[in-house]
């Protein structure tokens, strides 16, 4: 009998001074979850797989306390501050405040711009968008503010998004393979809902929307561009399945290493899916009857139009990438059968060559390091000539890069 009244009289004075001590924020006790542990871990599987954090995590900022800047050419957008801050953050926000800003772009405070990729996560499930925000209420509070969008007028109306969505924002995407296994549809949803694949691969058009009917054929982006990634053009240069889960799971393959902005990708996303969801998602890339990987068609017999382009490779590329472009573990990747050098746009092949590609880690192998840039070292004459050299060579393609090319790409 007393104990009983006496808890009566605790527990609300326990739970005034937990408040009290919260609002001092001398106490480092958060908010009991919003879900269970489970839950809370599925939703950071699916972060993961939904790479919120490319866009949502600064280099060298608190997880997920925004910041990163988002070049495009309606200007510059910000990921913003998605940790539970009550004031900067979504610490106020309910788990259908959250599914709105992942289903419809919108927030208790206003229209958000496609920047964001609601397109693709308003695929995302209602079960699996509560786990993510189970896992985001998780994380520390980041008292940083957002950074609003610096627009050219007439796209710093964040109401015309509304027309917008009207007019682009679809309930699905298209496919770019087909299949029925429950594998393709689980990947399908990997790729499609979550891994957002699309929104790079897929060309856009004048008004920064995905181009429905040339689903995964291609993507501008800035220097380095997304190649397609049909089921035809993936075979065409020789990728199988397996390869397909090795180059998600660690970002290198024997057809080459993920680079530009793939290589956060890779990092930040694919190399944490299971080994489950690997294969689905090469098996919807490729569709249940994957097109066999088309043989290197490569003529070696035009030995003697290459005489100068070889020895500008001997000189400056076999020490890393083989005399026989065969590469060398740990130190560079192939050239020979490389995808950079099969495919008909030479852009990504011209890029990596004039920039270099600055040192990046790989899940599993060690660093791989820098590849130097050669804009200073070579003119463009020199440049097309090296590259041709390599796409006819080891890519089965064509000798028509030209010096003009070579500049505009400069
Ligand atoms: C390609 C970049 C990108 C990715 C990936 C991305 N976001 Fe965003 N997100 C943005 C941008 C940019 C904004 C701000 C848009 C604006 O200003 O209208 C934003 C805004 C938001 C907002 C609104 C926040 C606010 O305060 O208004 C939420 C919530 C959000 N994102 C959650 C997520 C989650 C969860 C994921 C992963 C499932 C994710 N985002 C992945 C770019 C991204
Ligand atoms: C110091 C070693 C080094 C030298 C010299 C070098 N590379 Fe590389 N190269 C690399 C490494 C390492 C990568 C992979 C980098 C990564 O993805 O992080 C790479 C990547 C590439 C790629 C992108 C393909 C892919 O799958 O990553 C191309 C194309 C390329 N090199 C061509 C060349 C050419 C042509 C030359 C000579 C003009 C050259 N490289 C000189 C180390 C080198
Ligand atoms: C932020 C933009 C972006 C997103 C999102 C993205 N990619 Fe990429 N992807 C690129 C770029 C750029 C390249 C070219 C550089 C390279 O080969 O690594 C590329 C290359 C690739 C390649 C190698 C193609 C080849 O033949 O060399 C594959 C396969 C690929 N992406 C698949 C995917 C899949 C699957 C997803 C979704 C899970 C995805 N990408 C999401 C930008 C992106």
Not at 104 to 109: I, R
Not at 167 to 193: I, M, V
Request: charged letters at 20%.
């Amino acid at each position: 009998m007393m104990r009983a009244i006496l808890t009566r009289l605790i527990a609300p004075l326990a739970a005034a001074s937990f408040a009290l001590a919260g609002c001092g924020g001398h106490n480092d006790m958060a908010t009991p979850p919003k879900g269970s542990p489970e839950q809370i871990a599925r939703g950071r599987y699916l972060a993961h797989a939904a790479d919120c954090a490319a866009c949502h995590t600064a280099t060298g900022g608190a997880p997920f306390a925004g910041g990163v800047k988002l070049e495009s050419q309606f200007g510059t957008f910000y990921g913003t501050n998605i940790t539970p801050d009550p004031k900067h953050g979504i610490g106020m926000w309910s788990a259908d405040d959250f599914y709105g800003a992942l289903h419809d772009g919108v927030t208790p405070k206003h229209k958000l711009y496609p920047a964001m990729p609601y397109t693709s996560y308003r695929q995302m499930s209602r079960e699996d968008s509560d786990a993510i925000y189970a896992y985001l209420m998780t994380q520390k509070p980041a008292a940083v503010p957002s950074i609003e969008p610096d627009l050219r007028f007439p796209y710093n109306v964040r109401f015309a998004v509304r027309l917008w969505d009207m007019l682009f924002l679809k309930d699905t995407l298209p496919d770019a393979s087909s299949g029925q296994s429950a594998d393709w549809t689980r990947g399908r949803y990997l790729a499609n809902a979550l891994g957002h694949c699309a929104e790079c691969h897929t060309p856009r058009g004048a008004f920064g929307q995905m181009q429905d009917a040339k689903t995964l054929q291609g993507g501008a982006l800035g220097r380095i561009g997304a190649p397609e990634i049909t089921p035809a053009a993936l075979a065409a240069r020789g990728w199988t399945g397996a390869d397909l889960q090795a180059f998600f799971a660690t970002g290198v393959a024997k057809q080459g290493s993920a680079f530009g902005e793939m290589h956060p990708v890779v990092y930040l996303s694919t190399q944490h899916l299971s080994s489950e969801d690997l294969r689905a998602l090469a098996t919807y890339l490729l569709g249940d009857a994957p097109p066999e990987p088309a043989p290197l068609a490569v003529t070696r017999d035009d030995a003697a139009q290459f005489i100068a382009a070889r020895s500008l490779y001997l000189n400056s590329c076999a020490g890393c990438h083989g005399i026989d472009g065969q590469g060398k573990p740990h130190v560079a990747v192939a050239m020979d059968g490389n995808s950079t050098l099969r495919q008909a746009d030479p852009r990504n092949l011209v890029v990596s060559m004039l920039d270099g590609i600055e040192a990046q880690r790989f899940p599993g192998v060690e660093n791989m390091q820098a590849m130097p840039g050669f804009a200073q070292t070579y003119g463009d004459e020199q440049i097309a000539q090296l590259a041709n050299y390599l796409r006819v060579t080891w890519g089965g393609q064509p000798g028509d890069v030209t010096a003009d090319k070579v500049k505009s790409l400069r």
